[in-house]
C-alpha cells in the first residue's frame, strides 16, 4: 500500500486497527499551492503529497524589446513597464485564489524575485494570505521536479510550525490548569471522561498498559481497574489503545515531531471543558 511519507517496520496483533503511522501519514496529505512568477510569466501548480494536482499557466509579455533594450533608445518607459507588471501581478494574484476556489489548498508559497515579492504578497487574497508560507528557494522558471522538491520541503516545515504553535497551546493549558492534561495517565483519564478535544502524540511514542474489558478504561497501571476494581487485560502499547478511542470518540489526533512535548511526558491533550 503507497503511503505518503516514509514509515517504520511494524508488526501489531490485536483486536483494532493500529492507526498512529496511517493517521501520522495523513497529517501529511493536505494539499500546497506554488505560485511562481515574474515580470511576464506566472504558474500555479498545486500538489497533494508528491503529485501534481493541477497547473495553470499566465503569459502576459512586455512589449517586444522592453527588457533588452534602454531607456536611451526606448525614451522613458519606465512608468508604462511599471502598470504592466502591475496588471500581471495582479492577474497573477487572481489566478492563484482561482485555482484555490477549484482545486483546495492548505498552504501556498511564493517563488518570485525579490523586488516583486512584496506587491504580489499584498495582491493575493486574504485567504490564500492566511494560508501563506516561507517563500520557496527556487528561480520561477524551476523545473516541475524542482518545484516538487522544494514545496515538499516547505510542507514539512510547515507542519513542524503547526507542532509547535500546538504544544505550546498545550502547556500554556497545562500551566495555567485549564484545558489541558499532560502525560499518558491524565491523558488516559481525561479520554475516559470523553472531555478530549486534540490529542497531542510524539511520533513513534509506545508505552505499556492496560484495559477494563467492563469500562474500556485504559490506564498505564494495573493490574486492577480503578473504576470497576476488575483484573484489566495488559496491552502491548496502550499509547496507539488511546489514540484508537480518541478517533472513535470524534477527537482530533496530532502526532507531533517536537522536543517540548517529548517534555511534557510525549502524550498530552486538548479538553473541551
Request: charged share 30%.
Amino acid at each position: 500500500v503507497r503511503v505518503p511519507v516514509p514509515v517504520r517496520d511494524q508488526i501489531v496483533v490485536g483486536d483494532a486497527p493500529a492507526v498512529a503511522q496511517h493517521e501520522a501519514a495523513a497529517e501529511c496529505s493536505g494539499r500546497f499551492g506554488a505560485l511562481l512568477v515574474d515580470r511576464q510569466r506566472a504558474r500555479v501548480m498545486v500538489f497533494e503529497v508528491e503529485d501534481l494536482v493541477a497547473e495553470v499557466d499566465l503569459l502576459d509579455e512586455l512589449p517586444r524589446d522592453y527588457d533588452v533594450r534602454g531607456d536611451r533608445d526606448l525614451g522613458d518607459v519606465s512608468n508604462h513597464v511599471s502598470a504592466l507588471v502591475d496588471r500581471h501581478l495582479r492577474r497573477a494574484a487572481d489566478l492563484a485564489f482561482r485555482a484555490w476556489q477549484q482545486h483546495g489548498f492548505d498552504h501556498i508559497s511564493l517563488a518570485v524575485p525579490e523586488e516583486l515579492a512584496g506587491s504580489l504578497e499584498q495582491l493575493l487574497h486574504p485567504y490564500l494570505r492566511d494560508r501563506l508560507c516561507d517563500r520557496l528557494p527556487i528561480p520561477p522558471t524551476a523545473s516541475l521536479a524542482e518545484v516538487c522538491e522544494a514545496v515538499r520541503a516547505e510542507e514539512v516545515r510547515a507542519e513542524r510550525r503547526r507542532e509547535v504553535l500546538l504544544v505550546e497551546r498545550l502547556r500554556e493549558a497545562v500551566g495555567a490548569g485549564g484545558r489541558g492534561v499532560a502525560g499518558t495517565e491524565p491523558t488516559l483519564a481525561a479520554l475516559f471522561e470523553h472531555r478530549v478535544d486534540t490529542m497531542l502524540v510524539s511520533d513513534g511514542f509506545v508505552e505499556e498498559g492496560w484495559r477494563c474489558a467492563t469500562s474500556g478504561r485504559l490506564c498505564v497501571k494495573g493490574p486492577h481497574s480503578p473504576v470497576t476494581g476488575d483484573r484489566m487485560e495488559p496491552v502491548e502499547d496502550v499509547v496507539e489503545e488511546a489514540m484508537q478511542e480518541a478517533l472513535t470518540q470524534g477527537c482530533k489526533v496530532e502526532i507531533c515531531q517536537n522536543a517540548d512535548l517529548d517534555v511534557l511526558g510525549r502524550i498530552g491533550a486538548l479538553l473541551r471543558f
